[in-house]
């Protein structure tokens, strides 16, 4: 809460022209972000290319960002999360795949399941700790849309309404994608948590 | 599952809202046991919640935000319009004095008051695109459309 308060005194800020305190807000969220990112794409070239895109829209449209719509953080990673979803589905063009194919309407399969699992390379297996790597392995395994929601949620403690906003859900429904989400893991990694 | 408070206490545990499941968790030594392997799989996800950037992705955006910081000397748009305002009405009265070739006693003072004139003149050029700059635009909608 006190660091959504001085976020929106920031943006205020900024707002009114104070350009130079945008440097604030990258300082208090791009390793957050990042962080979020490389865990979600497993990617590092995918999650440099999102972070850039994700801070040039932030500069070119705070502007228009209104406190009263969600916090500056939930704007920040809904931004991310279009960025993520606009290059998977580039790449999926790209590749000559299937272009916009119908979505599913179940909750699960929405518009984040168009990002790819992570892909785990053999330096990745070699170097990660034993049970970092089943996490990472396990999060590969599970819908985007509920891994992005973990993510947010148990990584960088994104509040239920916040989730919302970034996911583009109600409350409940992001509630049931970390729940789901949080179950899987825990059956997958039971054998190096029991 | 073995009851229904068992069962709402693991939600809440899965939702990240522990002080919701203590109780249950005092008394209920099974979903102890559960809470701890959990916990494990929730630390571990917590991990790498920050990571240092690579530089090759951080340049072009420090970059970005040194040019929209713009110089190292912030103009306030609106005192240095004020000012500019009254600098150019100096200068312009100034000039006018001098075309209508009006004795002055001492030309120091005129010198020193053109100079400033000219300064707060171009304080107003500069100021003027900025305070005609709506910081307020078209709100975004989040959830909705993409920013």
Redesign the interface.
């Known amino acids: 809460m006190a660091a959504e308060k001085s976020d929106r005194i920031l943006v205020e800020e900024i ?6 305190r ?2 604030g807000l ?1 300082e208090r969220y ?3 972000l ?2 979020y990112l ?2 979600l794409t497993r990617d ?1 070239a995918a ?2 290319d999102v ?2 895109e994700t ?3 932030v ?1 070119e ?1 705070i ?4 406190p009263a ?2 916090s500056f953080r ?2 920040v990673f ?2 991310a999360s ?1 960025a993520v979803i606009d290059r998977a589905r580039y790449e999926k063009v790209r590749r000559g795949r299937e272009l916009d194919a119908p979505v599913s309407n179940e909750e699960d399969t929405r518009w984040i399941d168009h990002v790819p699992s992570p892909e785990i390379g053999p330096e990745g297996r070699a170097g990660a700790a034993e ?2 790597r089943a ?1 990472t392995e396990a999060l590969a395994g599970i819908p985007a849309v509920q891994r992005s929601a ?2 947010l ?5 994104l509040s ?1 309404r916040e989730l ?2 970034v996911l ?1 859900t109600p409350e409940g429904t992001a ?1 049931v994608l ?2 789901r989400g ?2 899987v ?2 059956k997958r ?2 054998e ?3 | 599952m073995r009851d229904p408070s068992c069962q709402r206490a693991l ?1 809440s545990l ?3 809202l522990p002080d919701a499941a203590r109780e249950h968790l005092e008394v209920c030594v099974l979903c102890r046991e559960e809470a ?3 916990g ?3 630390d ?11 530089q ?3 340049a ?3 970059n ?2 040194r040019a ?3 110089p190292c000397f ?1 103009i ?2 609106l005192p240095a319009f004020v000012l500019g305002a009254l600098g150019l009405g100096s200068f312009v009265t100034l000039v006018s004095f001098i075309l209508a070739q009006t004795p002055v006693a001492d030309a120091a003072p005129l010198a020193a008051v053109l100079l400033v004139g000219t300064y707060l003149s171009i304080c107003a050029v500069v100021s003027l695109p ?1 305070l005609l ?1 709506s ?10 459309s ?2």
């Open positions: 707002q009114r022209g104070d350009r130079r945008l440097a990258y791009s390793k957050r990042y962080g490389l865990r590092e999650a440099e972070f850039q801070w040039m829209k500069i449209s502007d228009a960002f209104d719509r969600g939930a704007w809904r931004i279009n049970v970092g996490m973990v993510l949620r148990h990584q960088q403690g239920y919302a906003v583009g509630k970390v729940h949080v179950i893991l825990r990694l039971a190096y948590v029991s | 939600e899965c939702l990240g701890e392997g959990l494990r799989v929730l571990e996800l917590a991990e790498g919640v920050e990571l240092r950037v690579p090759r992705a951080e072009p955006v420090l970005a935000l929209a910081a713009g912030a306030k748009p900025l700059r910081p307020a635009r078209k709100a975004p909608t989040l959830g909705e993409r920013p």
